[in-house]
């Protein structure tokens, strides 16, 4: 019998991802929506974790607006923080195991080099540090436990940045873009199947090594404005708009951001033997995919 997966969020990209990739593979999904497990609630979805019985939980919800956590402090702590950390006690009880995501925004960006999992933390934003004590609270209460740390999520749905600029460029609005943020582009659906392609890993006995931080991102660094144009390349090919460069000095904005909060994965490729593929790879088919869909 295959294992039973709960999973929390429904609508975002990865959640997206997941079900209809689990669908696809025949594995048992159930996936909880917003209104089915508010995260404002923690008691609340950690009842489902009880109710539900599974082997393996996968928290694919947050509070994933930027500039508006810095004043909603208090709510994206309960959402990415206490939230996941009463889902992973309920977990570590019922004897599941559980996957959490966070964000290369746990760091500030100085190392002037790819970031490991031991290299210390320093978040710039409300957001940082809110997914930074969520994956605490959730390493903390359970056991059996793998936190993935992503960075510049990107899908054929939701909203991201591939689409943020395709639309953008049709409605002819000059294109300007930060070239002095870098990161690793991740494609939901490679995060979605390493987590499904791995459940029977995800879920064997307490202290082995897949348990634990580990870092996910497609692999390459980019600056966005570097990433704009491979979209556009990409999507419109000679007809490709020109991207003006700005620095990010010149877009001032709520949040601050790390300027190169890119994520070494070597541990990943170490412990599940997995490398992930060029971004550019992953985005040449979620462009594919918005081509089908159009
Ligand atoms: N997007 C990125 O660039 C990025 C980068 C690094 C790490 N991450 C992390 O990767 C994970 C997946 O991100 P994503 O891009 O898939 O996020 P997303 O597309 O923004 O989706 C967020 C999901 O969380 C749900 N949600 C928001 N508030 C909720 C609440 N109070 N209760 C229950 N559900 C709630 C949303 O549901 P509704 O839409 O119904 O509210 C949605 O399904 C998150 O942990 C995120 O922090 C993302």
Known sequence: ???????????????????????????????LSHAEADFADPEGCAAQV?????????????YTAVDQAESERELALRINAETPGAIAAAAD???????????????????????????????????????????AAVLEACA?????????????????????MLRVAAEGHPLKVVDDQFGRPTAAGDLAQFILDQTARLTVSAGDPA????????????????FAEAIFEEALG????????????????????PLRGTLDTTRLERVFGYSPRPWRTALAEIIDELKVTS
């Open 93 to 135: 009880k019922a004897g599941a195991a559980v996957v959490h995501v966070s964000t290369d925004y746990v760091f500030d960006g100085e190392k002037g080099a790819p970031y490991v999992e031991t290299d210390p933390t320093n978040p710039l934003n409300v957001y940082g540090a809110s997914k930074l004590a969520g994956e």
């Open 50 to 62: 009880g109710a539900h019985a599974p082997d393996l939980v996968v928290i694919a919800a947050a």
């Open 1 to 31: 019998m295959s294992l039973r997966i709960l999973q929390f969020g429904k609508t975002g990209q990865l959640a997206t991802e997941l079900r209809r990739r689990a669908v696809e593979d025949g594995l048992a999904l159930s996936a």
């Open 144 to 164: 059996r436990a793998t936190v993935l740390r992503t960075s510049w999520v990107v899908s054929a749905h939701g909203k991201n940045f591939v689409k943020t």
């Open 238 to 257: 000679e007809a490709a708009p020109r991207v003006e460069a700005i620095r990010t000095a010149d877009r001032p904005s709520p949040a601050r951001r």
């Open 211 to 226: 348990f634990g931080l580990f870092h996910f991102a497609n692999a390459g660094e980019v600056s966005w404005k570097g």
